[in-house]
C-alpha cells in the first residue's frame, strides 16, 4: 500500500511539472476539468505513454478513449506527415478508462526504434448522465 500511494504522489508530481492542465472552459467541456499527458523514457527504445484526466464529477466513465504514438519525421509535430506508430484504442486495451471517478491515471508501454523522436496524440473522454465530451492533448516529443 505504502508503496502504491508513493508511486501516485510521484506521478502527480511529474505530471505537473512536465503538464500544463486544460481548462475545460477554455474548451467548453462540460465534463473534463483538467488534462495531461507526457511521454517517458525508460530507456533506449523504450518508452510509456503516461495521461492523468479529472473529470468535473464523479464521472460514469474518465480516461483516454485513444492514444496515438507517432515518430517525429520534421522539425516540427505534424500528424498528417509524421509516422504512425500505434493506435490504442480503450475497447481494445484493457486499462484505458474507468467507472465512477473523478480522476484518472494509466500509462502504456511501448518499445521503439532507439534515437528517434516520439510524441503522442490523447483523445480523453469522460461521461456523465447520459452526456460526455472528449478533449485532445499532444505530448512533447522525446528521444528514445
Known amino acids: 500500500m505504502k508503496k502504491c500511494v508513493t508511486y501516485l504522489v510521484l506521478l502527480l508530481l511529474a505530471a505537473s511539472v512536465l503538464c500544463t492542465p486544460v481548462s475545460a472552459a477554455e474548451n467548453s467541456n462540460a ?5 495531461c499527458a507526457y511521454i517517458h523514457r525508460w530507456g533506449p527504445g523504450d518508452i510509456s505513454v ?7 464529477d464523479i464521472m460514469d466513465t474518465i ?5 496515438t504514438v ?3 519525421t520534421g522539425e516540427t509535430q505534424d500528424v498528417s506527415k509524421d509516422e504512425l506508430v500505434a493506435n490504442y484504442w480503450h475497447e481494445y486495451t484493457p486499462g484505458m478508462m474507468t467507472t ?6 494509466h500509462s502504456i508501454r ?3 526504434e532507439p ?3 516520439y510524441y503522442a496524440v490523447v483523445v480523453f473522454y469522460a461521461t456523465l448522465d447520459g452526456g460526455g465530451d472528449n478533449m485532445f492533448f ?3 516529443p522525446v528521444m528514445a
Request: hydrophobic share 30%; no cysteine.
Open 31 to 35: 465534463y473534463v476539468r483538467s488534462v
Open 50 to 56: 503516461e495521461y492523468y484526466v479529472t473529470g468535473t
Open 63 to 67: 480516461g483516454a478513449h485513444k492514444v
Open 70 to 72: 507517432y515518430r517525429l
Open 100 to 105: 465512477g471517478s473523478v480522476a484518472y491515471s
Open 110 to 112: 511501448l518499445q521503439v
Open 115 to 117: 534515437g528517434e523522436k
Open 138 to 140: 499532444s505530448t512533447k
